[in-house]
């Protein structure tokens, strides 16, 4: 018998996990990426390379480069944000962080506190508004159109909130390739969030750590590197650009706001091998692969595309992402998808319901996040024929798909 800790646990704890028992047979959740892309021969010909010249580094913390991050890594991030996002920044803008995700801790922990409020976008990263929940802080959702946060929309938020003599602490968007939706801001747009943003003297958390996936590759310039952009902490990520166990993201913003964040950063420093690879891959080989990769990634979705057509039909509404690993669905209001969750998920096809993306879960109770990067195509189109079959078991949705009508409807 094993010792009980159970009395000494915190009050406040969440629910004890279970364990971990594989993935499922057609697993559409997550941030997970296409397996036959990471380009691993190039990633192991970075360490071996890198290693060889810098491993004596590895005996100080930090890489001998200070606390923000091993400086090559740092210089070839700026170089990669000035040549894809305009961003005009240096190596002493940037701190490197373990994923978006510390990014998003490391600015919560500077700026948040208890009953502070943030706006966000309607459908939104889970992972955003569960650290701004931990936090005691309360957010709004903006409604999103095709382009991303509609400002007439904003404006009437910041205004009301005026009215109530409340200054939210930022507004975070995802303005290239949004999560969940897929929608690119246009550059006339962002000039827009920048103005409403100064006219309520309101700072903005950009997250871009999608924007390299955009199917076309030519993105609008990020909101920082906008005019007025100094108001903006921007964040990015190789999570998804190269590997989501890579846990490299990072913050770009001015000293005054990286000198209050670093005291917050006490890791002991974000992993240095990961640091010391990807900085000799991107020199050597992250273009060519962003572009093989992206080609991938849109042959996918094209292939979740149809299968939803064909096996949902005209009860599945979404519109075709812009880029990214991700298709927004929309089913009909009788279909709860926290249920359908929990009914695919006992027959091996896992879906991300659309409450948990929303910033109104009643809003999300019938949409659905799928993540198309992961699987194979075959697994793509015979995961949603399933998830279709079950979907009409539950709640007798869809009444007809491939051209077959359903039995009891």
């Known amino acids: 018998m094993s010792f009980d800790y159970t009395p000494f646990f ?78 005009a920044c240096t190596a002493d803008d940037i701190l490197i962080t373990s994923g978006s995700l510390q990014a998003l801790d490391l600015i919560n922990a500077a700026l948040v506190e208890p009953g502070d409020t943030v706006i966000l976008e309607e459908a939104c990263y889970s992972g955003a508004m569960s650290r701004l929940t931990k936090c005691g802080a309360s957010y709004i959702g903006a409604p999103l159109d095709g382009d991303g946060i509609r400002i007439d929309a904003l404006t009437a938020i910041l205004e009301d909130l005026k009215a109530k003599g409340v200054r939210p602490k930022f507004i975070y968007t995802i303005p290239t390739v949004q999560n969940p939706t897929g929608s690119v801001m246009p ?22 750590c999608y924007a390299d996936l955009i199917w076309d590759g030519d993105r609008p310039p990020a909101i920082r590197a906008l005019p007025g952009g100094d108001r903006v902490i921007y964040c990015g990520s190789f999570s998804k650009s190269i590997a989501p166990a890579l846990r490299v993201g990072y913050i770009v913003a001015d000293w005054p706001v990286l000198s209050r964040l670093l005291p917050l950063k006490t890791d002991g420093g974000t992993g240095a091998l990961e640091q010391m690879v990807l900085s000799e891959y991107l020199a050597n080989g992250f273009d060519g692969h962003v572009t093989a990769l992206t080609r991938t990634l849109q042959g996918k979705c094209a292939a979740m595309m149809e299968a939803v057509n064909q096996h949902f039909g005209s009860a599945a509404e979404f519109t075709a992402p812009k880029g990214g690993i991700f298709l927004w669905v929309t089913l009909p209001d009788a279909v709860d998808t ?23 879960a009643a809003s999300g109770r019938h949409r659905l996040r799928l993540c ?38």
């Open 372 to 409: 198309f990067a992961h699987p194979s195509v075959d697994s793509i189109r015979e995961g949603v024929a399933r998830l279709a079959e079950i979907c009409h078991r539950e709640f007798g949705v869809p009444v007809r798909s491939a051209n077959v009508q359903r039995g009891g409807s």
């Open 10 to 87: 915190r009050s406040d704890l969440a629910a004890p996990a279970g364990r971990w028992g594989g993935f499922p047979a057609y697993n559409f959740v997550g941030g997970h990426n296409d397996a036959e892309s990471v380009p691993v021969d190039d990633l192991m010909a970075s360490a071996a390379a890198v290693l060889a010249r810098e491993g004596h580094t590895l005996a100080t913390y930090g890489l001998s480069s200070g606390p923000q991050g091993y400086r090559p890594l740092r210089e070839g991030v700026a170089a990669q944000l000035n040549a894809r996002a305009g961003l």
């Open 338 to 360: 926290g249920s359908l969750f929990k009914a695919a998920g006992a027959e091996g096809v896992a879906i991300n319901p659309g409450s948990e993306w929303s910033a109104d």
């Open 187 to 208: 550059k006339a747009r962002r000039e827009e969030l920048l103005k409403v943003a100064a006219a309520y003297g309101v700072p903005i958390v950009e997250d871009d």
